[in-house]
């Protein structure tokens, strides 16, 4: 007499058409990972340009701000270079040949 098994067989824990939608599961999540993977490489290389683009735009900040100082001072400069060749052009200052003196004076012989 051939063995027979004493228990009836089990039946399965899922249709046996799971096998294959699992498999198209793992195949979707591997790539996922891939995408991620690769959006993740291109986000690091983004926030390294964005900070390199920071350092540029601070310097050029920098400079920008120098060069309106600077511009400033000089217009400053030419501007009070300009009132004091008015005030001695009119004789608001002192008059011509004398040195500068205070008030009513008498101007030095």
Known sequence: MPDMPIEPPTPAPYPPS?????ATLEQIARANTAAFERVERRIDALERRLG????EQRADFRWLIGIMLGGFGTMLGAFGAMLAIMAHGFHWLWGPGSRPHIGHQAPLA
């Open 18 to 22: 799971m096998e294959a939608r699992v």
């Open 52 to 55: 390199s683009l920071a350092t």
